[in-house]
């Protein structure tokens, strides 16, 4: 029926149309939230193996599984399993890789702050860099370095303090000069070993025990764990104590990943991440003893600077990041504050 060209809807037909729509908003209303029921599967990538971020990753994994019920499914790549360090650092930020923890220096293509940290000098003790790392007013700066730009800083700990291993001894300051050593991609320790007379290589470890089998690098910085446990002894057997700079080691997520978290298992990864990574630090702190004693007990050699020399090479150190520092106002302002946060801690 029709009436000046207007069609007269068929009454029954729309009331039934109404009605049906209403049951089907009504029974959405009343659907359970099947957000419980979902597991998110979490691989947290790092490139080291038998250290203390390795153990950190395996306890911040067990934690999480724990008080998610389940609901989250943790498994833990080490060795750069899941690629170059670079590689997991993009993963993160697409998404592909839902959880990273490598030192903030690695960092410095998504935000050149982070790599104040890497500064030698900052701390002189691993009790001085894990307060140092849980430092209200670093984590403040340093976890947010990378919101814009897919990544959600959640935590920062204390891996170990660095030491020179090399093919041949570096028993004086003098025996670096002329040498080629693999550093993080970071000025905070190219330009310092570059006024110490060597030729800094920045590399991901990786390529560092086969650039030291084939000769291509004399040396390298790395922690005494790392050493250890991932047979540096085989291609350089010499360690020279320096214990400069600190590694600390960034737990970055996927801001992609975690937004698709119900706000609960959210507030779970958070709270875990900040407990486990002050957790770790008696382990830390008592495996760099453990590691010192192993690569002795294997053939390899440590040797001690003269004081007087070990003095000054550490004061060449901390000066020239305090040069580097002034270079950028913007990394100037970032190293203000965490060299202010270690005077604090001392």
């Keep these: 029926m029709s009436f000046a060209g207007w069609k007269i809807p068929n009454v029954a037909a729309l009331a039934l149309a109404i009605g049906l729509r209403s049951s089907l908003t ?69 998404g592909t890789i839902e959880c990273v923890s490598v030192p903030p220096e690695f960092f410095v293509g998504v935000d050149e702050r982070f790599e104040v940290m890497a500064a030698p000098g900052l701390v002189d003790s691993m009790e001085q860099a894990q307060r140092l790392a849980a430092d209200p007013t670093v984590l403040k700066l340093i976890l947010g370095l990378g919101a814009n730009k897919g990544l959600h800083g959640v935590a920062m700990l204390t891996a170990n303090q660095n030491e020179l291993v090399a093919r041949t001894p570096i028993k004086h300051i003098v025996d670096i000069k002329g040498k080629k050593f693999r550093v993080f991609a970071s000025q905070f320790e190219t330009v310092p070993f570059a006024r110490l ?20 690098i004399d040396g390298a910085l790395a922690g005494m764990p790392v050493l250890a446990s991932m047979h540096f002894k085989d291609a350089a057997k010499y360690v020279t104590h320096i214990g400069q700079p ?70 060449t150190l901390s000066t020239t990041a305090d040069e580097v520092a002034k270079r950028k106002p913007a990394i100037a302002a970032a190293y203000q504050v965490v060299k202010d946060a270690a005077r604090r801690v001392h």
């Design 26 to 94: 009504l029974a959405a209303a009343q659907a359970p939230d099947r957000s419980h029921d979902k597991t998110y599967v979490t691989k947290i990538a790092i490139p080291t193996m038998g250290d203390a971020t390795h153990q950190f990753s395996k306890n911040f994994a067990a934690a999480v599984e724990r008080d998610s019920g389940g609901r989250i499914k943790p498994e833990v790549y080490p060795a750069s399993q899941l690629g170059s360090i670079q590689r997991m650092i993009e993963g993160a930020q697409f």
């Design 197 to 216: 007379g060597a030729t800094p290589v920045a590399m991901t470890l990786g390529d560092v025990v086969p650039a030291l089998q084939q000769g291509a």
């Design 246 to 315: 600190t590694v600390f080691g960034m737990v970055e997520l996927s801001k992609n990943w975690f937004s698709t978290l119900p706000p609960d298992l959210q507030q779970i990864v958070q709270k875990d991440a900040t407990a486990e990574s002050i957790a770790i630090n008696p382990f830390a702190s008592a495996l760099i003893g453990k590691a010192f004693q192993a690569w002795t007990d294997s053939g390899g050699v440590v040797i001690d600077l003269p004081p007087d020399e070990y003095a000054s090479l550490n004061k």
